[in-house]
């Protein structure tokens, strides 16, 4: 079984920075793209930062220059920093892991469970 656990959420001020992680464990054999989404109150979910087969990233137009997609692979852990927060940042935070394991070979798209950004004005 495998479990992606979001922390790093909260309430910040316009201009303030939070860091998030997502740190993946359980029965892992492999990770691929690990990626950030997020989903604000009456909004579909859309993509925030995601890394390309080239090696570079995708950011969301609305967060370029702002949020820092980074991972630490020893630790099976994706952060995103985010710098200059908004109003309009405000969402609920998903990562999103390409997972392989010893009982399913190949990968399968696994989610966290969420974390709340709330940025005040």
């Known amino acids: 079984q495998v479990q992606l656990v979001e922390s790093g959420g909260g309430l910040v001020q316009s201009g303030g920075s939070l860091k998030l992680s997502c740190a993946a464990s359980g029965d892992i054999l492999s990770i691929g793209a690990m990626k950030w989404y997020r989903q604000a109150p009456g909004k579909q979910r859309e993509l925030v930062a995601a890394?390309?087969?080239?090696?570079?990233?995708n950011y969301a137009d609305s967060v370029k220059g702002r949020f820092t997609i980074s991972r630490d692979n020893a630790k099976n852990t994706v952060y995103l920093q985010m710098n200059s927060l908004k109003p309009e940042d405000t969402a609920v935070y998903y990562c999103?892991?390409?997972?392989?394991?010893?009982?399913?070979?190949?990968?399968?798209?696994?989610w966290g469970q969420g974390t709340q950004v709330t940025v005040s004005s």
């Open positions: 999103n892991a390409d997972i392989m394991t010893r009982n399913n070979i190949g990968f399968a798209a696994y």
């Open positions: 890394p390309t087969r080239g090696g570079t990233t």
